[in-house]
């Protein structure tokens, strides 16, 4: 098992920064790849950003590329979402997950292991 859990998120003005953090603890050996989602009330937990824990690979999804930025510290067990130019459209619940089977990398269902979530509102 993974435990992750999420700190960092905010109220900010639109075109203002943010950085989220994801810690992880336990089995962090077994991780693969680490995700950021985000989820509005309503509709469905959407992808943002991966990394994979033991490889240089970034993925993004178009929304938030050049203005997110992820990153990690593996002497930390720590996952970054730097979140710059924000929009009040990136409201939303953020997660961490952690992928430890190898699958694609932008669906819910490839993440075992999730965190609280932290909540980012951007207003206008």
């Known amino acids: 098992q993974v435990q992750l859990v999420e700190s960092g998120g905010g109220l900010v003005q639109a075109g203002g920064s943010l950085r989220v953090s994801c810690q992880a603890s336990?089995?962090?050996?077994?991780?693969?790849?680490l995700g950021w989602f985000r989820q509005v009330p309503g509709k469905e937990r959407e992808f943002v950003a991966a990394?994979?824990?033991?490889?240089?690979?970034?993925f993004y999804t178009d929304a938030v590329q050049g203005r997110f930025a992820i990153s990690k510290d593996n002497a930390k067990n720590t996952a970054y979402l730097q979140m710059n130019s924000l929009k009040p459209e990136d409201t939303a619940v953020y997660y961490c997950?952690?992928?430890?089977?190898?699958?694609?990398?932008?669906?819910?269902?490839?993440?075992?292991?999730w965190g609280q979530g932290t909540q980012v509102t951007v207003s206008s």
């Open positions: 990394i994979g824990w033991n490889t240089d690979y970034l």
């Open positions: 336990g089995r962090t050996s077994d991780v693969i790849r």
């Open positions: 997950g952690v992928d430890v089977t190898g699958g694609n990398y932008y669906r819910v269902d490839a993440y075992a292991f």
